[in-house]
């Protein structure tokens, strides 16, 4: 079995055309993970890709951004601007993020019929959208994306949380909420183990 992905991006707005500002992603096989969820999660979070984009060559190629988007990153804590927001001498180019994700991703055995879950229904269109920009090819297809939210809901009965479930034994404050990465560990914590009713 090659287990499954799971992907996030932070962006500068909620359009397809965004300027992706950063992304994680996370290769879980749910077979070798540690019995604790704590340490599972830990597991997850460190094996897991992150990778920041510069935000100027996105924009410079006509990519989107808009100001609510820009006003709720204001908002956010230090460490959350600091991670995704706010530019850096170490951001990557386009083609160098690229890079990095493709070798990440191809390093698992059939990485290309392995399911990619994503939160919704914005991820995969701005990441398809933006390889497009950069002529650059997707990392995979299309009918491999799944919407962990959905998942959720249906295996936990969530009909009003938003496709959100507790972790038995799971300390969420671990979580730094808006980091790509740690997004991608608590989605597959709780596809792969949320309290049940």
Not at 76 to 99: I, K, N
Not at 166 to 175: I, S
């Amino acid at each position: 079995m090659s287990g499954m992905f799971f992907f996030d991006v932070e962006t500068l707005s909620v359009e397809s055309t965004t300027v992706i500002l950063s992304a994680g992603l996370v290769h879980v096989d749910p077979e070798t993970l540690p019995e604790d969820n704590n340490t599972a999660y830990t597991k997850m979070y460190q094996s897991g890709l992150f990778v920041k984009f510069k935000a100027s060559e996105q924009m410079a190629a006509g990519r989107s951004m808009n100001k609510d988007t820009l006003d709720w990153w204001a908002k956010q804590g230090e460490v959350q601007r600091l991670t995704s927001f706010v530019p850096s001498p170490t951001d990557l180019t386009v083609q160098e993020a690229y890079d990095k994700m493709s070798d990440y991703f191809f390093a698992v055995p059939n990485a290309k019929n392995t399911p990619v879950w994503v939160r919704g229904s914005m991820d995969q269109p701005a990441f398809e959208s933006l390889c497009r920009t950069f002529n650059l090819k997707p990392l995979t297809t299309y009918n491999n994306y799944r919407d962990v939210r959905t998942a959720i809901s249906i295996l936990y009965c969530d009909t009003e949380k938003g496709g959100y479930v507790e972790v038995p034994d799971f300390d969420r404050d671990q979580v730094i909420k808006h980091d790509p990465v740690a997004d991608c560990a608590l989605d597959a914590m709780m596809l792969l183990r949320g309290k049940q009713a």
